[in-house]
């Protein structure tokens, strides 16, 4: 167990280890995010939470990024690290960009899977 002073972090990474995410290298993309974070010594600015399913399941591999709002699918061990480094940037990996945030989640154009509507 563990109590992080989370204090000066700017970006919280929300990484899917659901089933289907882990069938599409989940566990190594957030290997991957927390060996980028280390090789930039960002510890202290970018936290991490490994997450059961996010219910987007046909994006995996799925990481949301907070503050931001942002969905991203598809990400790889190698888009993970590329994520790291442009969101400590203040910059989005774009085009894996799937919903962004703003008073409510947005669908950007077609990408991703048309999923469920909710009732
Ligand atoms: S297992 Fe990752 S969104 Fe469902």
Request: net charge positive; charged share 25%.
């Amino acid at each position: 167990m563990t109590t992080w002073n989370l204090q000066g972090t700017v970006s919280h990474l929300l990484i899917c280890n659901g089933s289907s995410c882990r069938k599409h290298k989940g566990e190594e993309v957030a290997a991957a995010i927390e060996q980028e974070i280390g090789k930039q010594g960002a510890e202290a600015r970018i936290h991490t939470t490994v997450t059961r399913c996010n219910g987007r399941c046909s994006d995996a591999c799925v990481v949301i990024a907070y503050p931001e709002g942002v969905w991203y699918q598809g990400i790889t061990p190698k888009l993970a690290k590329k994520l790291v480094r442009k969101h400590l940037k203040g910059k989005q990996l774009k085009e894996n960009v799937v919903y962004t945030f703003n008073k409510k989640l947005k669908a950007v154009d077609q990408r991703g899977g048309k999923g469920k509507k909710k009732t």
